[in-house]
């Protein structure tokens, strides 16, 4: 199994992009998440839905992106408001299926199923 982003491109500075990741076949995951990676820096994470619904974001995110899922279409989303240049970076899907991201959603090695990206690029 593994996700697959969508979604991406480029915007001006104050604009809006939905990103989309769909995973194929039967996922039961503990968290899903969002993270980032600009270049020459390292991958940092952005959002996090958990299982039971709750969500958490990154504080640089906080109040402008929106992180959700449609269970049915077995599907997680994105929405990305009031973009900045500094959002630019390949974005990442990500699947935990371990309990310990409930403690910790923004480590890295935590997740163990990762989309191939897609980029975001914000002028302005």
């Known amino acids: 199994v593994q996700p697959v982003e969508s979604g991406g491109g480029s915007v001006q500075a104050g604009g809006s992009l939905r990103l989309s990741c769909a995973a194929s076949g039967y996922t039961y995951s503990n968290c899903m998440g969002w993270f980032r990676q600009a270049p020459g820096k390292e991958r940092e994470w952005v959002a996090t839905i958990f299982s039971s619904g709750p969500t958490t974001y990154a504080d640089s995110v906080k109040g402008r992106f929106t992180i959700s899922e449609d269970n049915a279409k077995n599907t997680l989303y994105l929405q990305m408001n009031s973009l900045k240049p500094e959002d630019t970076a390949m974005y990442y899907c990500?699947?935990?299926?371990?309990?310990?991201?409930?403690?910790?959603?923004?480590?890295?090695?935590?997740?163990?199923?990762w989309g191939k990206g897609t980029q975001v690029t914000v002028s302005s």
């Open positions: 990500a699947a935990s299926s371990g309990g310990s991201c409930y403690t910790s959603p923004w480590w890295v090695a935590l997740y163990n199923y």
